[in-house]
């Protein structure tokens, strides 16, 4: 097998059930137009107390005998912490020139990296590449909706006005499927060792290796993001995640000499996790929504109530199969 691997797709696993695993896995395995041999698995086994390490194994082992182009590697933390602790292993043991964040209860659609190596044809400037995504219940045929970009991203990523909020309040709107240039993560130090947010907080710190922009939108679903009772997200409540995020963004304002004197809430969207705030920095006031659509702007004076950000729309998984964006 070649060393020189154009992505890395790696995973944390805990205590994940067979079938998540084995569609996980096979997604990857499905990928259509693409050489299998440029791209490898590395999945760090979180020290799970179940049997799902020597599920990951067998499932791995299994695949590896029909598609013998595609590289595996399995490793275990000797005692169990957190994702980013896991994936940060991965990265380590990782070949690829960039790495892909596929989590193990999640999925990929049969075109996505054929859309990512593309991108990255294009974009050789590009420290990190993302997609949209498409929600699912606990099946992966149950289609929630697909949640896209809104507009406003779509034009703020073609330049830096302001680097204080541009884009790094917009990393606030990204999410899977997230592939970084390895070399770019590793300049960073990694994950922050934290248990929740470590995307959003990688997302930041990145974003500001370059004065240029360093970062590509594909406007494509094409990772199945799965709703799933058990992982770490679903168990905390509203006000544990919220406040990871305030802590995230304070913490990465500050890096940048923007010291907050004050955090506001400012309002809430009904039904879901949605939280508006305002970070009043050094004679500014800057408002950052907890959602994947919105505007970021400087709000000088701040008006009484923030503006209601679109929402995500539904789509039928019939519309989802006809537009190709399907599962192995």
Same mark, same amino acid.
């Given at each position: ?7 890395? %797709? ?30 490898? %698995? ?17 499932? =791995? ?10 590289? !595996? ?5 000797? +005692?169990?912490?957190?994702? =980013? ?40 400037? =590009? ?18 909706? !697909? ?58 710190? !990145? &974003? ?9 939108? %594909? ?7 799965? &709703?799933?009772?058990? +992982?770490? %997200? ?15 963004? &304070? ?7 923007? &010291? ?40 000088? #004076?701040? #008006?009484?109530? #923030? ?22």
């Amino acid at each position: 097998m070649t060393n020189n691997k154009i992505i890395s %797709i790696i995973m944390a696993n805990y205590n994940t059930p067979r079938r998540y695993l084995e569609e996980s896995i096979g997604s990857v395995t499905a990928q259509q137009d693409i050489d299998l041999r440029d791209i490898e %698995i590395v999945v760090v086994d979180d020290c799970s107390n179940d049997e799902s390490f020597n599920t990951l194994k067998e499932v =791995a082992s299994d695949v590896q005998k029909k598609v013998p182009d595609l590289d !595996i590697k399995i490793d275990r933390n000797p +005692s169990h912490s957190c994702p =980013a602790v896991a994936r940060n292993k991965a990265i380590g043991l990782s070949s690829g020139e960039y790495v892909g964040v596929l989590d193990s209860d999640d999925a990929l659609t049969t075109n996505c990296l054929r859309e990512f190596m593309d991108r990255i044809s294009e974009n050789r400037h =590009a420290d990190f590449i993302f997609s949209d995504i498409i929600k699912t219940g606990q099946s992966l045929d149950d289609v929630i909706y !697909i949640r896209q970009k809104s507009e406003p991203f779509s034009l703020h990523q073609e330049y830096k006005p302001n680097p204080l909020i541009d884009p790094l309040f917009r990393m606030i709107f990204l999410h899977h499927f997230s592939v970084f240039r390895t070399k770019a993560v590793k300049e960073i130090g990694g994950y922050r060792n934290q248990r929740i947010g470590e995307d959003l907080d990688l997302f930041m710190r !990145i &974003s500001q290796l370059s004065q240029e922009v360093n970062f590509a939108h %594909i406007a494509l679903p094409l990772y199945f993001y799965r &709703s799933n009772p058990n +992982s770490i %997200i679903s168990k905390e409540d509203n006000r544990t995640l919220i406040s990871s995020d305030i802590e995230n963004i &304070s913490r990465n304002l500050q890096r940048l000499g923007h &010291s907050v004197s004050k955090i506001m809430c400012v309002g809430e969207i009904p039904a879901i996790r949605n939280v508006a705030y305002d970070f009043f920095t050094n004679g500014h006031c800057i408002r950052a929504p907890w959602l994947d659509y919105g505007t970021m702007e400087i709000i000088d #004076p701040r #008006p009484e109530a #923030p503006e209601t950000p679109e929402l995500s729309v539904g789509i039928h998984k019939s519309q989802l199969t006809a537009l190709g964006y399907v599962r192995a």
